[in-house]
């Protein structure tokens, strides 16, 4: 009876959140078409030009996932941070007879599919525009498909716990240069794993305390599939030790932040 | 004249306090952009992106034009940061209003301006240097004039500060923050010169290329790689001069007048 009550009300408030995404989609859409449109001319045409690798360029377009789950986590998180600073509609969750693990998954669980239904759909259009780089039959469905939803996990995590760990000023002044930032460039997100550790195996190794490291190549594995990305043997375990560790952040982001009895 | 000077010493006034708060944080603001950033950028673009992307003969070149171009953004980061705070206090305290009523709407503007671009100037100053001094062999820029760098920066400090003060005084509010920075920057960012130079962008399609013309960025990027590399590849610096202090004439124009339609409230 308890767990009926407590769905019956977490379904409810998803599918408040998805009301409200339904009626912003068409400006998260052109949003998101616009980073698909830019990485796609910056890939797949731009840098070839200037003399970048051609078989790079599959591999440096799949980057566009997680720039895009970038973008889209800062913006929920920075709302997450708004609403703790100014409206303060969290309390009202608060007061909901639902227990604080199911209402933070409600967070969690909106993230995911709004981010799900934002970047598929685009990032797909972006490989059919690149079609040419894209190896079709390689393409792991079902494995990429499971590693993408374990991806968006960790990200709706992480995003949440960034909003819940630190003060309104700190986090304004410092989330961009302190962690988002090192966390896009000292990666292999711009560039493939195993050209790194072709020149330098030390910066190769600084790469793979990284999470968006496991989390690039395991798409490229799936997308791609070959020899040349990480291998989803390391890329899971790597992404569900980090998911255990920003979980734990994360309570202890709620009880500093919200401190809900 | 009178008047004239009076006006002269609230403006420095207003000016002073600005500075005044800014340096409160100076020592965030300093770590963050005199060693974090230009650090991880020269990491990345420097470093690593072009040992990965790029045949070894072009390593060094291409390495060095990536890096430059990253000026923009930080160019935009640090004049977002510096004016931002204008849109918050317009849709909340309006600490503004009490501005307005001893100084003129529009200088009290201008004085945000100044302010803004002094701000994004001093903390874009460290960028270069501290990247050669952290990897001097990836760096290559034996044809460097720092004066006319510091000229190019200074520019474009007023000129992105100038278009991001257009943009607070155009915005409803901060849920538009991240449409301009979506629709709008990184656009700009992209297609003005951020990675790849002007003459690449027009190589690859020259409709392409005298779009991108319009884009203010282009002349930032274009500007700092030919006070760096000294390269008939990039535009000369006196165009570069010219469009950027037309471009900050025009937003701060827009500017003014949108500020003075927020603020005229018969």
């Known amino acids: 009876m308890k767990l009926s009550e407590n769905a019956r009300i977490f379904c409810a408030l998803i599918q408040r959140d998805m009301k409200v995404f339904g009626s912003k989609f068409k400006d998260a859409f052109i949003d998101g078409m616009c980073v698909v449109m830019l990485q796609v001319i910056m890939c797949g045409y731009l840098l070839p030009q200037m003399g970048m690798k051609p078989h790079l360029i599959a591999p440096l377009y799949i980057s566009t996932f997680v720039l895009m789950l970038f973008t889209i986590g800062f913006s929920q998180s920075l709302r997450m941070v708004f609403d703790i600073k100014f409206n303060r509609y969290i309390d009202y969750?608060?007061?909901?007879?639902?227990?604080?693990?199911?209402?933070?998954?409600?967070?969690?669980?909106?993230?995911?599919?709004?981010?799900?239904?934002?970047?598929?759909?685009?990032?797909?259009?972006?490989?059919?525009?690149?079609?040419?780089?894209?190896?079709?039959?390689?393409?792991?469905?079902?494995?990429?498909?499971?590693?993408?939803?374990?991806?968006?996990?960790?990200?709706?995590v992480f995003v949440?716990?960034?909003?819940?760990?630190?003060?309104?000023?700190?986090y304004m002044d410092n989330i961009w240069p302190r962690i988002l930032s090192p966390l896009l460039c000292i990666g292999a997100i711009f560039f493939t794993w195993h050209g790194i550790n072709l020149f330098?195996?030390?910066?190769?190794?600084?790469?793979?305390?990284?999470?968006f490291t496991y989390i690039a190549e395991g798409i490229r594995m799936g997308l791609l599939g070959g020899t040349e990305y990480l291998p989803f043997t390391y890329c899971v375990p790597a992404v569900m030790l980090a998911l255990v560790v920003v979980i734990l952040l994360l309570a202890r982001g709620i009880k500093q932040r919200l401190d809900p009895v | 004249m009178t008047s004239t000077l009076h006006s002269l010493s609230v403006f420095w006034q207003l000016l002073r306090r600005d500075i005044y708060v800014a340096f409160k944080h100076i020592n965030v603001l300093g770590i963050n952009f005199g060693f974090i950033y230009p650090f991880m950028y020269a990491f990345c673009f420097l470093y690593v992106e072009p040992r990965v992307l790029f045949e070894p003969t072009m390593t060094l070149q291409n390495g060095s034009?990536?890096?430059?171009?990253?000026?923009?953004?930080?160019?935009?980061?640090?004049?977002?940061?510096?004016?931002?705070?204008?849109?918050?206090?317009?849709?909340?305290?309006?600490?503004?209003?009490?501005?307005?009523?001893?100084?003129?709407?529009?200088?009290?503007?201008?004085?945000?301006?100044?302010?803004?671009?002094l701000f994004s100037f001093c903390f874009m100053m460290p960028f270069f240097p501290v990247a050669k001094m952290l990897f001097p062999d990836s760096f290559d820029i034996p044809h460097v004039s720092w004066i006319s760098l510091a000229w190019i920066l200074l520019l474009a400090a007023f000129m992105t500060s100038?278009?991001?003060?257009?943009?607070?005084?155009?915005m409803r509010g901060p849920h538009q923050i991240s449409r301009l920075w979506v629709r709008c920057n990184d656009v700009m960012l992209t297609?003005?010169?951020?990675?790849?130079?002007?003459?690449?962008?027009?190589?690859?399609?020259?409709?392409?290329?005298?779009?991108?013309?319009?884009?203010p960025l282009v002349y930032v990027s274009e500007g700092a790689r030919q006070a760096l590399l000294a390269s008939p590849a990039f535009f000369p610096l006196w165009i570069c001069s010219a469009a950027m202090i037309g471009v900050t004439i025009l937003c701060t124009a827009v500017a003014c007048n949108a500020f003075k339609k927020r603020m005229d409230h018969i």
Not at chain 1, 99 to 114: A, H
Not at chain 2, 73 to 102: E, K, M, N, W
Not at chain 2, 195 to 213: C, E, F, K, M, N
């Open chain 1, 200 to 211: 330098s195996p030390r910066v190769a190794q600084l790469t793979l305390l990284n999470p």
């Open chain 2, 65 to 117: 034009i990536t890096f430059i171009g990253q000026l923009s953004l930080v160019a935009l980061i640090l004049s977002f940061h510096a004016t931002i705070p204008v849109l918050f206090d317009l849709i909340g305290d309006r600490f503004i209003d009490y501005q307005c009523t001893l100084l003129h709407a529009r200088i009290v503007l201008l004085e945000r301006l100044v302010f803004a671009a």
């Open chain 1, 160 to 170: 949440l716990m960034l909003a819940l760990s630190f003060s309104y000023q700190w």
């Open chain 2, 162 to 170: 100038a278009y991001h003060l257009m943009a607070t005084c155009l």
């Open chain 1, 93 to 156: 969750l608060l007061t909901l007879p639902l227990p604080k693990t199911w209402l933070f998954s409600t967070y969690v669980f909106s993230f995911m599919l709004e981010t799900l239904l934002t970047t598929l759909p685009l990032i797909t259009i972006g490989i059919l525009v690149l079609h040419k780089h894209f190896p079709f039959d390689q393409i792991q469905w079902f494995s990429f498909f499971a590693f993408y939803v374990l991806a968006l996990l960790f990200m709706s």
């Open chain 2, 191 to 215: 297609l003005g010169g951020m990675l790849v130079p002007w003459h690449v962008i027009y190589q690859t399609s020259p409709i392409l290329g005298y779009v991108a013309l319009l884009n």
